[in-house]
């Protein structure tokens, strides 16, 4: 087979892996309250099933990440078809609660298996300037893949479809990524110097790294905490829910496009803390505006959040340079890991918010409203935090004599 031909089904299906991620994730917030609604579920319950989606995720990425050379891309992705299918299935024929729990974390390791594997294999497939065009290009498609899928559970709904016909629809990206990647050869991973690992791990005692580390633990939860439970705390806002995160993500996906420019003229430092000011207004707004502005609120949101991934993967690749990919994978777990404890936790404020509005005897969307706001505001704690503290990460870097940062940033999600 042509090489570029090779290339082009490795890198598409690569592509297709990524928006299967992104469908489970976009989806399954669409879907969220028909599993209540079918399942008798409280807000909490749902948070523990949403949980796995990113427990999952961080567990098989960062023993993805250390197996890479071992164990080989081709082999990490055959573990990513096989616990998406079966975890698709089972969420599409579950029975209850422990059967979505089950299903929820296969998915999320198949989600983790694709950033293990495809990330090293693209960078092994392009050198250079390539490698960083097409990396970018592939991201696209976690912000993108949200954006479709949001229109796709909007609009399936709308017609009348059930959650387990949208389910399906997850199948469809799944099934062309294994299509395009049977019978292929990958590429053989670049093997490091023996000693590499050792100073991966010596790198992690960085002071940098650990601040890096403790704030993507906020920064993921501000992006993926408001997100995934957008159909059930924006339901009586007067906006439609999907379609608030089909813009938000939409957003992102436009700004990711143009990460290199903006970084290089603000820095990593200055978006940093540009999008936790940006993302605190957002949710704010979120939090007391109701009707069409609830849109500008979801362009505010979008702005704020859509570099916080790229460049916090970023500036590990740039400041803490010796971490290596065992230094993003970590951090990007970290993200995923933080989301996971959390998404029950918004769940209990939720059940509380509407135990406290049903008290005071609020009905209807008077008490969806109410909810949504009260546990709006509880998130906002997040990037109130982040405010503080890329306020003290911009002096603190602002010394550093580093390379130019738009030659370094990662195009991740």
């Known amino acids: 087979m042509n090489e570029n031909v090779k290339k082009s089904a490795l890198f598409n299906g690569s592509c297709f892996a990524l928006i299967t991620t992104a469908f489970t994730f976009s989806i399954r917030a669409g879907i969220l309250p028909q599993l209540g609604e079918t399942f008798g579920l409280s807000a909490e319950q749902l948070g523990f099933i949403n949980s796995m989606w990113f427990l999952g995720f961080p567990i098989s990425m960062i023993i993805g990440g250390l197996v890479y050379h071992t164990f080989g891309p081709k082999n990490i992705m055959i573990v990513a078809l096989i616990c998406h299918t079966t975890g698709i299935l089972m969420t599409i024929f579950a029975g209850g609660y422990t059967t979505l729990l089950i299903s929820t974390l296969l998915i999320g390791i198949g989600n983790g298996c694709t950033e293990a594997a495809c990330n090293p294999m693209i960078a092994d497939m392009y050198s250079g300037v390539k490698m960083q065009k097409m990396l970018g290009r592939f991201h ?62 010596k790198a992690l005692l960085n002071p940098v790294f650990i601040f890096l580390f403790i704030a993507m633990a906020l920064t ?50 200055g978006v940093l803390l540009g999008g936790a000011i940006l993302t ?134």
Request: charged share 10%; with cysteine; glycine share 10%.
């Open 280 to 413: 605190a207004m957002g949710i704010y707004m979120f939090s007391t505006v109701t009707g069409p502005m609830v849109y500008v609120a979801g362009v505010v949101y979008a702005l704020g959040i859509c570099y916080f991934w790229p460049v916090m993967i970023g500036s590990v690749a740039h400041r803490v340079p010796k971490s290596s990919a065992l230094g993003m994978s970590i951090v990007g777990g970290v993200g995923m890991f933080s989301t996971s404890i959390f998404q029950p936790i918004i769940g209990g404020w939720i059940d509380s918010a509407r135990a406290k509005s049903t008290s005071e005897g609020l009905t209807g969307n008077a008490l969806e409203l109410a909810t949504g706001h009260d546990a709006l505001m509880k998130m906002l704690t997040f990037p109130v935090i982040l405010i503080v503290l890329f306020t003290i990460f911009f002096f603190w870097q602002k010394k550093s004599k580093l390379a130019p940062e738009s030659e370094m940033i990662l195009a991740a999600h």
């Open 220 to 269: 993921a939860i501000s992006e993926f905490g408001p997100s995934q439970w957008v159909s059930i705390i924006l339901v009586a806002s007067g906006a439609e829910p999907l379609l608030i995160l089909a813009l938000t993500f939409g957003v992102s996906a436009i700004g990711r496009y143009f990460a290199g420019p903006v970084v290089g003229t603000l820095g990593q430092t």
């Open 140 to 201: 696209m498609w976690f912000p993108g893949g949200i954006l479709v899928g949001s229109l796709i559970s909007f609009f399936m709904t709308k017609m009348g479809f059930d959650w387990q016909a949208q389910m399906w629809v997850t199948m469809v990206p799944t099934i062309i990524y294994a299509v395009l990647f049977f019978g292929k050869t990958f590429p053989k991973p670049q093997l490091e110097e023996a000693n590499s690992l050792a100073n991966n791990f």
